[in-house]
């Protein structure tokens, strides 16, 4: 069965760091895109950061280039997010997803199996 989880979440001061990881169970997750997404309290649901079947393939929003990365680890079957310099606009839950593609769109499109989120709460 087809499965993520997600963990790390938490409450950090602006400027903080977190990792998130997303672990999945019931399929390969290096033969798929996985991608981040992010839902603040009455938005809609957006990517964040996605990494394709192939490590060295990335795709980051303008909104956290350069303070977000993700990574995979093939053995541990996880994806991770790290979180630095986080600002307020941050906060929200965040949620893994495969994508039905080993490779990533800024569509965001074609994206499920949705995990059950972490909360990321951003506030002094």
């Known amino acids: 069965q087809l499965q993520f989880v997600e963990s790390g979440g938490g409450l950090v001061q602006p400027g903080g760091s977190l990792r998130l990881s997303c672990a999945a169970s019931g399929f390969t997750l290096g033969n798929y895109a996985i991608g981040w997404f992010r839902q603040a309290p009455g938005s809609e649901r957006e990517g964040v950061s996605c990494i394709g079947s192939s490590s060295g393939s990335t795709y980051t929003e303008d909104s956290v280039k350069g303070r977000f990365t993700i990574s995979r680890d093939s053995n541990k079957n996880t994806v991770y997010l790290q979180m630095n310099s986080l600002k307020p606009e941050d906060t929200g839950i965040y949620y893994c997803?495969?994508?039905?593609?080993?490779?990533?769109?800024?569509?965001?499109?074609?994206?499920?199996?949705w995990g059950q989120g972490t909360q990321v709460t951003v506030s002094s």
């Open positions: 997803a495969r994508r039905d593609r080993p490779y990533c769109s800024n569509s965001w499109s074609l994206f499920g199996s």
